[in-house]
């Protein structure tokens, strides 16, 4: 992370750190995996005492960059049973698929991020985020945990395009 952040300064990249966040997010679908076969996640997160829904489609990657849609619904409060989805727009988006199925939580994700907001010298904001996240299986076939898994997410929220010609940060 240090490393990254420092080669990032040293080109031009003005660097702010944010708060750090614990998500823990629960992943939906049906005891057949109706939503994944086409090729959609239901995801229930709770983050600082906000929880949202997000329905995500994957779609066409090309060069590495998947492109996807996303709907995303912010709650008032955490709710009881995220099986039970309070959120018309995405109730009505999974419907169709699972009927007459239900939604059981497959697997959970324990997540301690660590985000950084981005300028680059042309002006593109991006988010940076170095995750270290643990998993538990949940679903029919009983609890199983899986060992921790560190990533780091890049997101480019607005400003041009990074030319895929420039040399790479760490050849």
Do not use: H
Not at 22 to 35: C, G, M
Not at 101 to 117: G, K, V
């Amino acid at each position: 992370e240090e490393t990254v952040i420092a080669a990032l300064s040293q080109r031009g990249y003005r660097v702010k750190k944010l708060k750090a966040v614990r998500n823990v997010d629960r992943y939906l679908d049906t005891f057949d995996w109706s939503l994944f076969r086409q090729r959609l996640s239901l995801r229930y997160r709770v983050a600082g005492g906000r929880a949202m829904y997000t329905l995500k489609g994957i779609g066409a990657i090309q060069d590495g960059i998947a492109r996807r849609t996303e709907i995303e619904c912010v709650l008032d409060a955490p709710v009881f049973a995220p099986d039970a989805i309070p959120v018309k727009k995405i109730a009505e988006a999974v419907e169709g698929i699972i009927r007459p199925r239900r939604l059981i939580e497959q697997f959970q994700i324990r997540t301690d991020r660590r985000p950084y907001r981005l300028v680059t010298p042309e002006g593109a904001k991006i988010e940076l985020v170095f995750d270290a996240s643990s998993f538990s299986l949940k679903g029919l076939q009983g609890r199983r945990n899986a060992r921790r898994l560190y990533e780091l997410e890049a997101e480019l929220e607005s400003g041009p395009l990074l030319d895929q010609s420039e040399k790479p940060l760490f050849p």
